[in-house]
């Protein structure tokens, strides 16, 4: 009997001792619960945040060309270095479409005012990188005569014609217009290229120059003439002759161009700077005088006499919106189907245009 009682006490004493151990290796190794925002074996979501978009640029690079597409900007110029605008415009004027062609490449420019087909070559090169945001200025191709024979195209027939611009704008456009008017250039008309609009303008300005010449020129080179030579004058204007010839479009020659990534970053800037551009380009056009001394201060054109006389002739505009894909495709294709190389291979895509809704 006292065996049976000794078994059954060390039975007890070993079953106390297995439970104590099982209790103390719960409480020491606890197992991990689960978060009870997250599903079994997967971790805990982050806490949302509300979406936070990068500031937009208070500045940019702007480079322009020293002629009439920099012009109706001179009033924002002025206003952007005495910090009167939302932003500052870092501009540089240069002297030739090349340099400006290389800087928007690289990169080294945000927005630019070039000619207009340049602006296509650059999206074709730059793969759709560039995008063309306003037209600044319309066609500034005027006809000079010395005389009273010219009166409209078809006076053209039988003459010569000096001009500049072989292989490039001026010469696509003079035949679009002569064509579209029943004149066929070099049969019809005698076209004489010449290197630079200088030499042209010589040739009118001078003592020597010969009644009834006649010549293309662009602004300001035939207002320098028309105040040198008493017996010049404009005898025809192909921006209103492109028209009158039932040309699709306008004939556009400047337009604004950004790249894409900048404008895409910077919508507000984008539209801030074309309310700007636009609000300049009404206060050059209404206030010719005052606009020519900062023009002549610029060093776009040297004499504020010859500025003056010469911006009422520079077709200075502020186009957005529909109406550059309505003229500038229109203007592109006439280009593009004289010679495809003059607009970079090919017509730009439908995302060349730049809409401030997309």
Known sequence: MKKLSLILLIAALLLTLLTGCASKTAETTPA?????????????????????????????????????????????????????????????????????????????????????????????????????????????????????????????????????????????????ILRANGLEPGTDVNIEYKAEATEIAALLAGDTAAPGTIAVLPQPYATTVLMQNPSARIALDLTQEWTAAGLDGKLVTGVFVVRRDFAEQNPTLISSFLTDYAASADWVNANTAEAAVLVAELGIVANPAVAQKALPNCAIVALTGSEIKTDVSSYLTVLFDQNPQSVGGALPDADFYYDAAA
């Open 32 to 176: 991990p619960e689960p978060s009870p925002t997250a599903a079994p074996n997967e971790p805990s979501a982050p806490e949302s945040e509300e979406p936070s978009s990068a500031p937009e640029a208070t500045s940019f690079r702007l480079a322009t060309l020293k002629g009439p597409t920099t012009m109706g900007l001179v009033k924002l110029l002025q206003q952007s270095d005495a910090g009167q605008l939302s932003y500052t415009a870092e501009s540089t004027i240069y002297g030739a479409a090349d340099e400006i062609s290389a800087l928007i490449i690289g990169g080294s420019v945000d927005i630019a005012a070039v000619p207009c087909n340049l602006a296509s070559i650059l999206y074709n090169k730059t793969e759709g990188a560039v995008q063309v945001i306003a037209i600044n200025n319309l066609g500034v191709l005027n006809v000079l005569e010395l005389g009273n024979e010219i009166s409209s195209i078809a006076d053209l027939r039988g003459k010569t014609i000096y001009s500049t611009g072989k292989g490039t704008t001026p010469e696509y456009t003079l035949n679009a």
